[in-house]
T-cell receptor, first 112, second 114 residues
Framework: GNSVTQMEGPVTLSEEAFLTINCTYT??????LFWYVQYPGEGLQLLLK?????DKGSNKGFEATYRKETTSFHLEKGSVQVSDSAVYFC???????????FGTGTKLQVIP | DTGVSQDPRHKITKRGQNVTFRCDPI?????LYWYRQTLGQGPEFLTY????????KSRLLSDRFSAERPKGSFSTLEIQRTEQGDSAMYLC????????????FGAGSRLTVL
């Protein structure tokens, strides 16, 4: 079946540091890929998405590129802020069955 | 539109009791998903509907769990004979069948089984 593997957290960075959170996936066909974010005390919300190979999703300074050859969708941000502290989830949507599978999440803490 | 609504937000029950959660999706969304999330884990898929049809149900889901979406609008998730291991956050999400299947989540219903 489909699966998503994320790097384990927590990740602690100083403000303005570079962020990478690794995500790899296993799926049949060509799924859509997503990053969702859960801020403290809030519900899950979409951060960015990519629907086909080589697409780059971006939002709020975050980026991720759909790499079919390495089955990866790593999340990056050039300069993190304290307000980016949250849990980040990588996810995929199977085009056939439309079931959405999530990774276990990576907690990011940004310190001033 | 007010987004995805879930009720109740928190339910405390004794082991062996039945509980029911309700989800009202975004009105134009035809897909509705239920997930379970425990502390430190990602959302675990339970089931999903397209309109009123339940298209997939997790094999991990015991027979004590049942979900309905009778008119293709709101949905209910019932847990019978609750166990302490059922304590979790139950998340509902909805989406459109067209496009990239972006899920909009509700705030969740937290279940505590004593």
């Amino acid at each position: 079946g489909n699966s998503v593997t994320q790097m384990e957290g927590p990740v602690t960075l100083s403000e303005e540091a570079f962020l990478t959170i690794n995500c790899t996936y296993t799926a049949t066909g060509y799924p859509s890929l997503f990053w969702y974010v859960q801020y403290p005390g809030e519900g899950l919300q979409l951060l960015l998405k990519a629907t086909k190979a080589d697409d780059k999703g971006s939002n709020k300074g975050f980026e991720a590129t759909y790499r079919k050859e390495t089955t990866s969708f790593h999340l990056e941000k050039g300069s993190v802020q304290v307000s980016d502290s949250a849990v980040y989830f990588c996810a995929l949507s199977d085009l056939g069955y439309q079931k959405v599978t999530f990774g276990t999440g990576t907690k990011l803490q940004v310190i001033p | 539109d007010t987004g995805v609504s879930q009720d109740p937000r928190h339910k405390i029950t004794k082991r062996g009791q039945n509980v029911t959660f309700r989800c009202d999706p975004i009105s134009e969304h035809n897909r509705l998903y239920w997930y379970r999330q425990t502390l430190g884990q990602g959302p675990e898929f339970l089931t999903y509907f397209q309109n009123e049809a339940q298209l997939e149900k997790s094999r991990l889901l015991s027979d004590r769990f049942s979900a309905e979406r009778p008119k293709g609008s709101f949905s209910t998730l019932e847990i019978q004979r609750t166990e302490q291991g059922d304590s979790a956050m139950y998340l509902c999400a909805s989406s459109l069948s067209s496009g990239a299947n972006v899920l909009t989540f509700g705030a969740g219903s937290r279940l505590t089984v004593l």
